[in-house]
């Protein structure tokens, strides 16, 4: 059965009239509220009575190099304005924080504690950010209908973090619906030992875990410098040996399917012509079709 989707209103605040500073962002029909601070801006919210209740909160890090991933920590407190305090001369990782209060103060200590743990859960999942938490936060035993507010919740944090920017519990690839028993995934199969799987997405190109890669690159690629992400993913992990191969470790987004084809292919690669589909149709002329169907679609007389 299909359910049909309503668009939703997002109201940004900036607190400091500064899209770098400090911002509000709530979401139409729902009692909670989202600060996102900076971690520079955690002095100035000491007046801001609604962020000394229960919350819980996301701490975000930037990556160390293209390869890494940014870095998160989860957590929850019952006075959000003090933990933050605590945080900036405790934890130096981090440069912006996320807090989610709920404006009829409805979220006691087991809320919180079930929050955190779930959206710990969901974050571990995804596989996006490297999680700092040392500990894997306990989850609260609350009763059904508390349980089914709080999911309820926390589907409104997600959509409320993933438009701030970070998709800490997006999914690199989303499920879809398999129309025809077309999988919608990409192939490159090539020389060295090359064989790889991935999928376009909105944030760029995944190359799915165990997809082998080259064994070796041509002279023409390391004269170039071409060969530093791929050495930097070798040297992070995300690349490993097996065998007398190697393969990815695990799913990694690239910023382009070229980025992917070249690190995969240990040469220059056009990822619009080394990528295709299971018929053998390049991304390029796969590209240029739905183009044309949706053309077609705006404009069906023409």
């Given amino acids: 059965m299909y359910v049909k989707k309503y668009g939703k209103t997002i109201k940004l605040f900036l607190m400091d009239a500064d899209p770098e500073g400090r911002m509000i ?30 919350t819980v909160y996301l701490l975000f890090g930037k990556p160390e190099t293209s390869t890494d991933k ?36 409805n979220l006691n ?32 035993s609350i009763s059904e209908s508390d349980q089914a507010e709080m999911e309820e919740f926390i589907e409104y944090i997600k959509i409320l973090i993933n438009a701030m920017g970070f998709k800490v519990f997006e999914p690199l690839v989303k499920e879809e619906v398999i129309i025809n028993n077309h999988d919608n995934n990409l192939y490159i199969k090539a020389a060295r030992g090359a064989n790889a799987i991935g999928k376009r997405t909105t944030d760029g190109f995944v190359v799915f875990e165990n ?60 990822g619009l012509i080394e990528w295709k589909d299971s018929s053998g149709t390049m991304l390029r002329d796969i590209e240029e079709q739905e183009i044309s169907q949706a053309n077609k679609q705006i404009h069906p007389t023409d």
């Fill in 25 to 54: 962002c709530e979401l139409s029909n729902w009692t909670g509220k989202a600060y996102r601070i900076p971690r520079g801006k955690v002095k100035d919210c000491s007046d801001r009575s609604d962020l000394k209740s229960t």
């Fill in 70 to 105: 940014a870095k998160v920590y989860i957590g929850e407190a019952e006075n959000a304005y003090a933990r933050l305090v605590s945080h900036v001369s405790e934890k130096e990782f981090w440069n912006e924080a996320v807090v989610f209060i709920s404006k009829d103060e």
């Fill in 109 to 140: 200590k087991a809320h919180i504690k079930y929050l955190e743990s779930r959206l710990f859960e969901i974050a571990k999942s995804t596989n996006r950010y490297n999680i700092q938490n040392s500990n894997t936060p306990t989850q609260s």
């Fill in 211 to 270: 997809s082998e890669v080259a064994i070796s690159t041509v002279e023409s690629y390391r004269k170039k410098g071409l060969n530093k992400l791929r050495d930097e993913l070798i040297e992070n992990g995300v690349i490993i040996k097996k065998g007398d191969g190697l393969i990815f470790n695990q799913d990694f987004l690239f910023s382009s399917p070229s980025a992917a084809a070249m690190v995969i292919m240990g040469r220059s690669a056009n």
